[in-house]
């Protein structure tokens, strides 16, 4: 079965700082990766996707940036983080060529706070 | 753009009722609809799955139903029970690889 984790869960950080979150998918191979952004009391904004490996697409310009080293691995990163990068974090996958048609699976999420 | 939204924002029933979430969304020409439940402070739990060609779906007390003419769907909840109880969220993808489209939620309190 497929798996995918998030770290770390909770994170607070000093406005400036770097960020690093980390999203792995097992149990599958080629999968679309997803992050989103979740203000409080708000539905999901997409961040950035990408279909394979080196290959990101970003939705929303801001001082967030992307990776996909390996396959199965999504980083969400950034040089120095604002007040308002704060929110929780949602990784998620899905494939495209399985049914059920490219449903999508969601991690735990990361609560950032920047202070 | 494709806009997605979700009425009413909050809802409150009684144990039992049989209760309608609404997503709403602008352009048709949809790929597919999923619909997720979300607890606080955790990730998404995906529920239903609809195919632009499909109508409905359904899964045990849950029944999602697609009317991609007039951009609608709807989630009917059988029978309420307070473990039901969460902020459940409508999502439209326009392709097969692209993005989706979420709305901004209907959270659910069923009262024992």
């Known amino acids: 079965s497929q798996t995918i984790h998030q770290w770390p869960a909770t994170l607070v950080q000093p406005v400036g700082s770097p960020l690093s979150l980390e999203c792995t998918v097992e149990g599958t191979s080629n999968p679309n990766l997803y992050w989103y952004r979740q203000a409080a009391g708000r539905g999901l904004q997409l961040l950035f996707y990408s279909v394979g490996i080196g290959q990101i697409s970003s939705e929303v310009p801001q001082n967030l940036s992307a990776s996909r080293p390996q396959d199965r691995q999504f980083i969400l990163s950034s040089k120095k983080l604002l007040l308002s990068d704060s929110g929780f974090y949602l990784c998620a996958w899905s494939v495209t060529f399985r049914g059920p048609y490219n449903e999508q699976f969601f991690g735990p999420g990361t609560r950032l706070t920047v202070l | 753009k494709q806009e997605v939204t979700q009425i009413p924002a909050a809802l409150s029933v009684p144990e039992g009722e049989n209760l309608v979430l609404n997503c709403s969304f602008t352009?048709?020409?949809?790929?597919?609809l999923q619909w997720f439940r979300q607890d606080p402070g955790k990730g998404l739990t995906s529920l239903l799955l609809?195919?632009?060609?499909?109508r409905e779906q359904t899964s045990g007390r849950l029944n999602a139903s697609l009317d991609k003419s007039s951009g609608r769907s709807t989630l009917y909840i059988a029978a309420s029970q307070p473990g039901d109880s969460a902020t459940y969220l409508c999502?439209?993808?326009?392709?097969?690889?692209?993005?989706?489209?979420f709305g901004d939620g209907t959270t659910l309190t069923v009262k024992p």
């Open positions: 609809i195919q632009s060609s499909q």
């Open positions: 352009d048709s020409a949809i790929y597919n």
């Open positions: 999502a439209v993808r326009l392709t097969n690889a692209g993005k989706s489209t």
